[in-house]
C-alpha cells in the first residue's frame, strides 16, 4: 500500500473500486470468510458484541452504509429491526436482495444503489433510528466530513450512530512489517492499494479486474470531528487491538470473528467503536 504515483481523481478512483467490488462479490458469496451457507441454515442474527451495544432493536429502523451484499444488514433484521442497505455495487445490491429473499426476510429488508455521498436523497429524505457501519467502510470514502453529513441528516432526534472500524493506525502502516507507509491523515490524492485477491479470498485474483484499488485514511480526530460538526453526541469511543479479518497475515484468529497480534509483537490498535448519537 502507498501513495498513486499518478494519482486519479476522486471519480475515476471511484468507479474503479466499483468495477472490483462487483466483481468481488461472487467471490465472497462462496468465501469460506463470509459463510453464506452457514448463515442462511444456521439463522445467525447480529455479533453479540454488537447486540449488546446497541439492545433491543425490535420496531427500529436502521440503514446500513456499505452494505456490500447484505449478509450483516439482515442479520439485524433477523434481531427485528426493519432494515435498509445502501451500497454503490449495483451487482451487490442484487445479491442482497437475492439474499434477503432466501433467507426469508425481503419483507423487512430494502435495498438501494447509490454512493454513501448521496444517501439521503436516495433514500428519500427518510431518516433512522439507527445508522450502521461496519468494518472496512470509510477507507473508500475522500471525505470524512461528507460522509458525517450523511450520517447526521440520516439520524432522527435520538438515533444512533454505531461504527466498528478499521483504526486509521492500522491503514497506514504496511501489510507486512508495521512501517508507516501513508499519511495518518486524510489527504485529498488517494492511496494506491495492490493486494492479491481480495481479504476473504486471497486466491481468487482472477476474477477480479485488477489488483489496484484506491483508498483515503481518516484519522481518529478528523471522524470524530466531523460528527461533533453534524452537532452528534459523543457516546463511546474504545480502540481495540483485535479486528475481525485478517489485516495482516500473521495475526493469530481467536475465535469470534477476532484476530489479534501474537504475543511476541508490539500491540497496536487494530479497530475501533464508536457510538454517537442525536440528542
Known amino acids: 500500500m502507498g501513495r498513486a504515483p499518478d494519482a486519479p481523481s476522486a471519480d475515476d478512483a471511484l468507479a474503479a473500486n466499483r468495477a472490483w467490488w462487483d466483481a468481488a462479490v461472487p467471490v465472497h458469496l462462496g468465501s469460506d470468510f463470509y459463510d453464506v451457507e452457514g448463515w442462511l441454515e444456521e439463522g445467525r442474527g447480529p455479533k453479540p458484541r454488537e447486540a449488546a451495544l446497541l439492545g433491543d432493536v425490535t420496531g427500529l429502523e436502521l440503514v446500513h452504509l456499505q452494505c456490500h451484499f447484505g449478509k450483516d ?74 460522509w458525517a453529513a ?53 486466491t481468487a485474483t482472477e476474477a477480479l479486474p485488477g489488483e489496484v484499488t484506491y483508498g483515503w485514511n481518516h484519522s481518529l480526530g478528523e471522524i470524530v470531528g466531523a460528527l461533533l460538526g453534524q452537532g452528534l453526541r459523543l457516546d463511546l469511543l474504545d480502540e481495540h487491538d483485535w479486528t475481525s479479518f485478517p489485516r495482516y497475515p500473521w495475526l493469530v484468529e481467536t475465535g469470534e470473528e477476532r484476530f489479534v497480534m501474537p504475543e511476541d509483537r508490539v500491540r497496536v490498535p487494530l479497530s475501533f467503536t464508536l457510538l454517537a448519537s442525536r440528542t
Do not use: K, N
Open 73 to 146: 444488514t439482515l442479520s439485524w433484521a433477523r434481531a427485528g429491526a426493519g432494515v435498509t442497505g445502501l451500497d454503490f455495487s449495483p451487482t451487490a445490491v442484487d445479491a442482497a436482495r437475492s439474499l434477503a429473499a432466501r433467507a426469508g426476510l425481503a419483507d423487512r429488508a430494502d435495498f438501494v444503489c447509490a454512493p454513501v455521498a448521496d444517501a439521503v436523497d436516495a433514500l428519500g429524505g427518510r431518516t433512522f433510528d439507527i445508522v450502521y457501519v461496519s468494518l472496512g467502510a470509510l477507507c473508500w470514502l475522500p471525505r470524512i466530513d461528507q
Open 150 to 202: 450523511q450520517v447526521g441528516a440520516l439520524l432522527r432526534p435520538g438515533g444512533r450512530l454505531f461504527l466498528h472500524e478499521v483504526h486509521p493506525m492500522s491503514t497506514a502502516l504496511a501489510d507486512d512489517d508495521l512501517t508507516v507507509v501513508y499519511p495518518y491523515f486524510e489527504e485529498s490524492a488517494p492511496y494506491a492499494d495492490s493486494q492479491a485477491g481480495t481479504y476473504a479470498d486471497t
